[in-house]
């Protein structure tokens, strides 16, 4: 956790959600008792701030202050609205292409996936508030600053997501290994969301179900799988090469 972006102490974190400040982890004693770390949990949740209990080892070694049982970070980022961010990029008349993150929780590969969508025209990144990666240092450092120029939406539900995104008109294909579609076999000219799931998991099997399309890219060698910030680039760059 970096400490240029850390806060801690419950009145503090308190101060910083009340003055509109984003705030990307808070770790709470897993314990922690009393009338002010209660108002601390009321705010948190009423403001749908994503939270972690954790034993009080872990607080310590976040920081050697008096902490009272609760440390957070500040994204170094603000979080853009889905549908606010939809309508601009539809009313701008450019062909949409988003990018959806299913549980992709390492923050370099985070990084070099932002990276790779700003160098390639990404509207915008689409995020869960549950099991996402941080926008952290490592995030920051492995996007080389891209993470400053790509609007990133962190939205309650990816399903929901996906279902606005096809209500807006844009077509939404996800990445998987299962299914018999190549990516090079599909039209990528309309409007696009493009979903990415995890390396250990994939993107997740009840988003399979309600995606309107699957592809996969080919695979000739013994290895089964790309890492997927390397597979993001290569849709994204057959996206940009069929928009040409």
Wanted: glycine share 8%; charged share 25%.
């Amino acid at each position: 956790m970096e400490k240029e972006n850390q806060i801690f102490g419950i009145r503090a974190i308190i101060e910083a959600i009340q003055a509109g400040k984003e705030l990307d982890k808070v770790f709470l004693h897993k314990d922690a008792q009393g009338d002010l770390m209660r108002d601390l949990l009321k705010i948190l949740k009423q403001h749908k701030v994503n939270f972690t209990y954790v034993p009080i080892e872990k607080l310590n070694r976040l920081t050697d202050k008096n902490h009272q049982g609760a440390v957070a970070t500040i994204a170094p980022v603000s979080f853009y609205d889905l549908e606010n961010l939809i309508s601009s990029v539809s009313e701008s008349g450019k062909t949409p292409l988003f990018l959806i993150l299913d549980q992709i929780s390492d923050a370099r590969n985070f990084g070099a996936i932002i990276r790779t969508a700003e160098c390639t025209g990404v509207n915008g990144i689409i995020i869960g508030k549950q099991g996402a990666a941080p926008v952290n240092g490592d995030t920051v450092k492995t996007s080389a600053g891209a993470v400053f120029n790509v609007p990133i939406c962190k939205v309650e539900h990816i399903k929901d997501a996906i279902f606005y995104l096809q209500g807006s008109g844009i077509k939404t294909i996800a990445a998987t290994e299962k299914t018999e579609t190549s990516l090079y076999d599909l039209s990528l000219t309309e409007p696009l969301a493009i979903i990415m799931g995890s390396e250990d998991r994939g993107v997740n099997p009840s988003v399979l179900k309600i995606v309107d399309e699957k592809a996969k890219l080919p695979m000739f060698g013994t290895i089964a799988s790309l890492n997927v910030s390397v597979a993001c680039g290569a849709f994204l760059y057959e996206v940009l090469r069929q928009r040409r």
